[in-house]
């Protein structure tokens, strides 16, 4: 394989909409810096909004492997999930917002849920920024122009900020006909030089593969015209400067225990947010409710990943 583009994942915030919540109730951009601000203005959004999802992770999968890092332990050994311990202190703040309703639990990725305002951010792929819409359309079919801007990956621990680190490659199958070998061998010189590589990757919101042309990107962040996406690169040089950059494991088994693992998170929340505004309509104390709810949903993952 050759190695063709380069990705990390950003938090993608609506700010036209944002810039609204904010100015009610006194939240800001900067609360969306760390994990705990972030999940805390997602509760304040559901309040503020009357019901709506505040933001959507795209892989919880990779929420959970950057938890374990930043506190110093391993998510995966000998290809299984460790779900007790440190990962105890990851999951709680995650399965309180989304108990509550500030995280959407839906299947899909964010886009095209951007596309319509039923959430206003998300945290993906630096690529997302391709899906990013210029304006939102509503349930009544009224139409709005929107600016949307990138953010670093919030931080659980300031002093151990991390995010994953991907990648694209190219593929070819020998054939017995030199010359097709040779045009497969010319198209992967072309678009790994530095030039292309760059006016590639900067179009589509990944990175280039070589130091080269990594340095010039961030050297220079004029290559880069589209306002969004400037936005974006600005996110990702802070992350290249000052995070760890964690390639996920490989493993036997892996991209089925990664399936496995968001359909079951999914699962588990969205029934224990359905019990929580069921029972705090019935009278139940919320934030009692909200703990208890937080502990069991952690049980009943431990026993759907043990089947």
């Not at 999968?61 to 460790?82: F, N, T």
Request: glycine letters at 8%; a negative charge; hydrophobic letters at 40%.
């Amino acid at each position: 394989m050759l190695p063709i583009a380069k990705s990390t994942e950003a938090f993608f915030l609506n700010e036209t909409l944002f810039d609204r919540f904010r100015a009610d109730t006194g939240v800001t951009v900067a609360d969306l810096a760390t994990i705990d601000g972030m999940l805390h203005t997602a509760n304040a959004y559901y309040d503020w909004s009357g019901g709506q999802n505040f933001m959507q992770f795209n892989d919880f999968y990779h929420y959970a492997y950057v938890g374990m890092k930043s506190l110093g332990s391993e998510w995966i050994v000998d290809g299984k999930l460790q779900l007790n311990g440190d990962f105890e202190q990851v999951w709680r703040p995650l399965a309180r917002a989304a108990i509550y309703g500030g995280i959407c639990l839906e299947d899909g990725y964010a886009a095209s849920r951007w596309k319509t305002a039923e959430i206003l951010s998300n945290i993906g792929s630096t690529a997302d920024v391709l899906y990013q819409p210029h304006e939102v359309i509503y349930a009544d079919n009224t139409t709005e122009p929107i600016s949307a801007i990138a953010l670093p990956y919030p931080v659980f621990n300031r002093d151990t900020a991390g995010v994953v680190y991907r990648g694209g490659g190219l593929f070819a199958v020998r054939s017995s006909d030199e010359r097709k070998n040779y045009g497969a061998y010319l198209f992967a010189k072309w678009l790994t030089a530095e030039e292309n590589n760059l006016d590639f990757v900067t179009k589509a919101g990944y990175l280039p593969v070589t130091d080269g042309a990594l340095d010039r990107l961030f050297g220079d962040l004029s290559v880069v015209e589209a306002e969004n996406y400037r936005s974006l690169y600005d996110a990702v040089s802070i992350m290249v400067q000052h995070y760890e950059m964690y390639a996920l494991p490989l493993y036997d088994g892996a991209s089925d225990i990664q399936l496995t693992f968001e359909k079951n998170v999914k699962a588990v929340l969205k029934s224990a947010h359905n019990q929580y505004w069921k029972r705090v309509s019935a009278g139940e104390a919320p934030e009692d409710l909200l703990q208890a709810l937080t502990e069991a949903s952690l049980t009943e993952l431990r026993n759907l990943s043990a089947q």
